[in-house]
């Protein structure tokens, strides 16, 4: 043990003389009853108590592309079904060659759904469903946005009447709450959280989205898919699901420098013609996704 010695000599001591004598301020606690306090405990309370997350959903405005990321103000969506013909003939064809949208003919509906907005009509409504990954019976449904059936201008003629029923398309436009404030704004934007996009790698957070018709005048839902090259005959699993399959839809959620954006990306089978997502059309055509049914 080391000990500082001095020698004090009596004659040098007068009356009132003090002595400063330093202590040393290094100890070790012999029973670690600070490491317990200081150190396990709150690692343990830490370890026992389930990480924070700011569970608060943001706004994601709709990008076209995947390379510029420029905000879109509004877009289309088609939907195509088999001509009631062709599936009564037991060989389903679609309504036209291209990315063109379907008649309310070809769903049972009749003219005076349309002039009359009757209630098998306006509740008749596209539910668009986001899933963490892109293989069904083992994705999480994530979040839905439903969009009610509206007559708007794409249904009406230059008089402001609805057109035909085997005339009057089968089409919605989605369009900014503040800029396009004639058009629907449910399923514009995604509504997500903040804190999962920001941890993700690069920032880009990845969803898959399917899109079902609900149609009120017969009770059928109706799945619909963003590419026609598809056997209704013959179809198989390979067909409809993964990242090469034409049933989901890949979105992805990215914080682009403090603006939180998404953008719809395809696979090869969704963007080839007829394409099911076309986002960068030529001017003054909008950005449209074209939904074709999969099954009679």
Not at 20 to 45: A, C, R, T, Y
Not at 126 to 138: C, E, M, W
Request: proline residues 7%.
């Amino acid at each position: 043990m080391f000990v500082d010695k001095r020698k004090i000599l009596l004659g040098n001591i007068g009356s009132g003389t003090t002595i400063d004598i330093s202590l040393g301020s290094n100890f070790f606690p012999v029973d670690n009853s600070e490491l317990i306090e200081n150190k396990f405990v709150k690692d343990e309370i830490k370890k026992s108590i389930n990480p924070i997350v700011d569970y608060k959903k943001i706004i994601f405005k709709p990008s076209d592309s995947d390379v510029s990321w420029n905000l879109i103000d509004k877009f289309r969506i088609n939907l195509n079904f088999y001509k009631p013909e062709s599936i009564a003939a037991e060989a389903p064809v679609h309504r036209g060659s291209g990315a063109e949208p379907g008649v309310y003919s070809d769903i049972n509906f009749t003219f005076d759904d349309i002039f009359c907005r009757t209630s098998r009509f306006i509740n008749s409504f596209i539910r668009l469903s986001f899933f963490d990954n892109p293989y069904s019976g083992r994705n999480q449904l994530l979040t839905t946005a439903d969009v009610y059936t509206q007559v708007g201008r794409l249904q009406e003629d230059e008089f402001g009447f609805p057109l035909g029923v085997d005339m009057c398309p089968i089409s919605f436009i989605l369009g900014d709450p503040v800029l396009q404030p004639e058009e629907v704004h449910e399923g514009f934007h995604i509504y997500w959280f903040q804190d999962l996009v920001d941890s993700a790698p690069n920032k880009e957070y990845e969803m898959y989205m399917t899109l079902q018709f609900n149609n009120a005048g017969n009770g059928r839902i109706y799945e619909l898919a963003a590419s026609r090259d598809i056997n209704p005959d013959n179809i198989t699993i390979n067909d409809l699901e993964g990242e090469d399959g034409i049933f989901y839809l890949k979105v992805i959620l990215k914080n682009d420098n403090g603006v939180y954006k998404y953008r719809f990306t395809p696979n090869t089978k969704q963007s080839q013609p007829p394409p099911g997502v076309n986002l960068i059309p030529p001017t003054p055509a909008l950005p449209t996704l074209t939904f074709w049914q999969i099954t009679p």
